[in-house]
């Protein structure tokens, strides 16, 4: 069993910066795949980032050269560091954790956090 709890959310204006944290419990954390996700009312809930085993890194298209991910085993903790921040940035944000790659990257992960709100005003 894996439990997480993101934090960091907040309020910020068009162009700041967010971290998100999310730390998870468990004490197989390396071997999890860990990925972000986000939300908005009405919509699906959509891939933003993941980080696999080895550190490689992937990210959505429209967060590219903005949000970057990365994880602290040491730590049981995933980050999202968001710069460059826009109005459509706004949604909950939601962290997972799979084994599986493909599986995580298809939001099929077995284990998500409870969200935290990121808000971006104009």
């Known amino acids: 069993q894996v439990q997480l709890v993101e934090s960091g959310g907040g309020l910020v204006q068009a162009g700041g910066s967010l971290r998100l944290s999310c730390a998870a419990s468990g004490r197989t954390f390396s071997k999890y795949c860990l990925g972000w996700f986000r939300q908005t009312p009405g919509k699906e809930r959509e891939f933003v980032a993941a980080?696999?085993?080895?550190?490689?890194?992937y990210e959505t298209d429209s967060v590219k050269g903005r949000f970057t991910i990365s994880r602290d085993n040491a730590k049981n903790t995933v980050y999202l560091q968001m710069n460059s921040l826009k109005p459509e940035d706004t949604a909950v944000y939601y962290c997972a954790a799979d084994p599986n790659f493909q599986r995580l990257r298809n939001a099929w992960a077995d284990y998500w956090g409870q969200g935290t709100q990121v808000i971006v005003s104009s």
């Open positions: 980080i696999d085993w080895n550190g490689i890194t």
